[in-house]
């Protein structure tokens, strides 16, 4: 355990990383409510794997690890949103890229010649990662998947929950899902310069996945994913400045967490209604 003094030394070294987690974790949890509703949580794994091949690509030619990891996810993002309309095609583009984007990533780790903890970092996720650059980066990213998600948010809406229809009354469903998955890679390749491509769906699904389970309201949701994104981001990183452990186990363990709680809530609530019934 560290002293109070130690750890308020080392909050003020990571306040980049806090406002990081606290804006990634905003976004995130909104959009996971349109993963989880358009039944893609398999498409982030796809596509943080190729973001992580990116991100490796660029530490090992020397160059900027989040332009890298940007076009590793942008590429992944476009391939299945253009090859996989249909979900039986989607999950197959998928699961054609995930090995491959993997076995990239290990391959220009191997040949990296530099320190392995940030060899590492892209994977788990390192506490210090963040720059002051890199910061900017993350938070310009984010504000423009948060503005995209608010122009797309009611045709995408709609066409989440019934495509079929959506596209019947007019709404160009092929763009919108394109539009999605460009969101959807960018803010997948910030959350691996947070919380590293391997558990990269633990603040873009676990949250809405537990919003979920305790409201169906289309306001209450949305803002439920993202407080505990937020709640999730910031509390790992913050219990991980006291710890010797990597930045990601603490979120994914307190997103973990609240997930059980709002599982074991909805069933209580479910249990109560039938009773009522």
Same mark, same amino acid.
């Given at each position: *355990?560290?002293?109070?003094?130690?750890?308020?030394?080392?909050?003020?070294?990571?306040?980049?990383?806090?406002?990081?987690?606290?804006?990634?974790?905003?976004?995130?949890?909104?959009?996971?409510?349109?993963?989880?509703?358009?039944?893609?949580?398999?498409?982030?794994?796809?596509?943080?794997?190729?973001?992580?091949?990116?991100?490796?690509?660029?530490?090992? $030619?020397?160059?900027?690890?989040?332009?890298?990891?940007?076009?590793?996810?942008?590429?992944?993002?476009?391939?299945?949103?253009?090859?996989?309309?249909?979900?039986?095609?989607?999950?197959?583009?998928?699961?054609?890229? *995930?090995?491959?984007?993997?076995?990239?990533?290990?391959?220009?780790?191997?040949?990296?010649?530099?320190?392995?903890?940030?060899?590492?970092?892209?994977?788990?996720?390192?506490?210090?990662?963040?720059?002051?650059?890199?910061?900017?980066?993350?938070?310009?990213?984010?504000?423009?998947?948060?503005?995209?998600?608010?122009?797309?948010?009611?045709?995408?809406? $709609?066409?989440?929950?019934?495509?079929?229809?959506?596209?019947?009354?007019?709404?160009?469903?092929?763009?919108?899902?394109?539009?999605? *998955?460009?969101?959807?890679?960018?803010?997948?390749?910030?959350?691996?310069?947070?919380?590293?491509?391997?558990?990269? *769906?633990?603040?873009?699904?676990?949250?809405?996945?537990?919003?979920?389970?305790?409201?169906?309201?289309?306001?209450?949701?949305?803002?439920?994913?993202?407080?505990?994104? $937020?709640?999730?981001?910031?509390?790992?990183?913050?219990?991980?400045?006291?710890?010797?452990?990597?930045?990601?186990?603490?979120?994914?363990?307190?997103?973990?967490?609240?997930?059980?709680?709002?599982?074991?809530?909805?069933?209580?609530?479910?249990?109560?209604?039938?009773?009522?019934?």
């Amino acid at each position: *355990m560290i002293d109070l003094d130690t750890y308020l030394q080392l909050l003020g070294l990571v306040q980049n990383s806090i406002i990081a987690g606290a804006v990634l974790g905003l976004v995130g949890g909104l959009v996971g409510v349109f993963v989880m509703q358009r039944d893609m949580a398999f498409a982030v794994h796809g596509i943080s794997e190729l973001s992580f091949a990116g991100a490796a690509a660029a530490l090992l $030619f020397g160059v900027n690890v989040v332009a890298g990891s940007l076009a590793g996810s942008l590429v992944a993002a476009i391939l299945i949103g253009v090859l996989g309309a249909r979900a039986r095609d989607r999950n197959s583009i998928i699961g054609v890229l *995930m090995p491959a984007g993997l076995g990239l990533g290990i391959l220009f780790l191997a040949l990296y010649p530099g320190r392995s903890a940030n060899k590492f970092s892209l994977l788990t996720g390192q506490i210090i990662a963040v720059d002051s650059p890199q910061l900017a980066w993350l938070i310009g990213i984010s504000v423009l998947v948060l503005v995209g998600l608010l122009v797309l948010w009611r045709p995408l809406t $709609f066409d989440s929950l019934d495509p079929e229809v959506a596209a019947a009354r007019g709404v160009p469903t092929r763009f919108v899902s394109l539009a999605f *998955m460009v969101l959807l890679g960018l803010i997948v390749a910030v959350s691996v310069q947070i919380i590293g491509a391997l558990l990269v *769906m633990a603040l873009l699904v676990t949250p809405a996945a537990a919003a979920l389970r305790v409201s169906s309201s289309p306001v209450v949701v949305p803002l439920l994913a993202s407080a505990f994104g $937020f709640v999730s981001a910031v509390g790992g990183i913050l219990l991980a400045i006291a710890g010797s452990l990597p930045i990601s186990p603490y979120i994914t363990t307190i997103s973990f967490l609240i997930y059980v709680v709002c599982r074991l809530v909805g069933r209580t609530s479910t249990r109560r209604v039938r009773a009522a019934v």
